[in-house]
């Protein structure tokens, strides 16, 4: 029977949730994994209570309480592909890297981001892809979870553009609305997803959440070290296969960095929301149209001269 669950998310401390985002490499601690599993397990009873979650009900019949009324997390395939627009072969990548909390990202969506559309992607010259870094905590890492249930069912720009709208309301980035799992779910039927498919792809997230903290809750209880429990907390959330998509674009974020020319490095030391590589060179913040327009330009002015050398 799936198990009811509060309609509000009770997040660990940020700082917790920052290091599992950020400390990809946990999700492989097999062996701590299952040790978690089993101090999960353990403590069912202590995390039902303290680990609230964000949804009316958590679980399917493909993801029943286990461990004494709490959801193991659940292992299947990654999602690869990424939320993209325009032609695929388009000489410009650019890749943003954002979050639905972010107000300067929604800024930059209601301002540049139709000029480069119009200008760019439309005519077939911009290949535009779109990547998830957490900065908000709790209620962001939902968010950005259920921008990925929707490009699951292949609608996820047009749940991006709502799930904007919605957490700033009359387009106002000064205040935010914090968004439960019914909220998602309520944007979900608006743009047209099956509902009970999103449904049990949000709330398997949920019930991962909450079996996870439950262990992270009980390992604080035992006096464990905090640094110890974070780590145990992440390697049991990592296995969900939705966290592990959140992990692939922060490991993306990290590869893009690292391959930046020397002379543009020193700007990835204040990387934040929004992030932006052209053709590999970045762009930090939600700058004009002019300033994408001067490095689109330049790399198209690259690819003409590269094409005709050959």
Not at 157 to 178: C, M, T
Request: glycine fraction near 10%; include cysteine.
């Amino acid at each position: 029977m799936a198990r009811k669950v509060r309609s509000f998310f009770k997040p660990i401390p940020l700082v917790v949730l920052m290091a599992l985002i950020v400390a990809a490499g946990l999700i492989a601690a097999s062996q701590l994994s299952a040790q978690w599993k089993q101090r999960s397990a353990t403590g069912a009873e202590a995390g039902s209570q303290a680990g609230s979650g964000i949804g009316a009900e958590a679980g399917s019949g493909e993801e029943e309480a286990q461990a004494g009324g709490e959801s193991s997390p659940s292992h299947e395939a990654v999602l690869t592909e990424q939320p993209v627009k325009g032609n695929p072969d388009a000489p410009v990548v650019i890749v943003e890297f954002a979050e639905f909390y972010c107000p300067f990202c929604a800024r930059y969506l209601w301002e540049t981001y139709p000029k480069i559309e119009e200008e760019y992607i439309d005519r077939g010259l911009v290949r535009y892809e779109f990547r998830n870094l957490v900065v908000h905590g709790a209620v962001a890492l939902l968010a950005a979870v259920a921008g990925e249930c929707a490009h699951e069912q292949g609608k996820f720009w047009a749940f991006h553009d709502r799930l904007f709208e919605s957490v700033f309301p009359g387009r106002n980035i000064y205040k935010h609305e914090q968004l439960d799992l019914d909220d998602l779910k309520e944007l979900a039927r608006g743009v047209g997803l099956d509902l009970a498919r999103f449904s049990r792809c949000l709330e398997g997230f949920n019930a991962d959440y909450n079996y996870c903290l439950a262990g992270y809750n009980r390992c604080m209880e035992e006096g464990e070290a905090r640094e110890r429990c974070a780590e145990g907390f992440s390697s049991c959330l990592g296995e969900n296969r939705m966290m592990q998509k959140i992990l692939e674009d922060r490991r993306e974020l990290q590869r893009l960095i690292e391959e930046l020319p020397p002379e543009e490095r020193e700007q990835a030391q204040r990387i934040g929301t929004p992030t932006f590589f052209i053709n590999g060179h970045i762009l930090v913040g939600a700058q004009p149209f002019a300033k994408f327009k001067q490095m689109i330009d330049r790399e198209l002015e690259r690819a003409k001269a590269q094409g005709g050398d050959e």
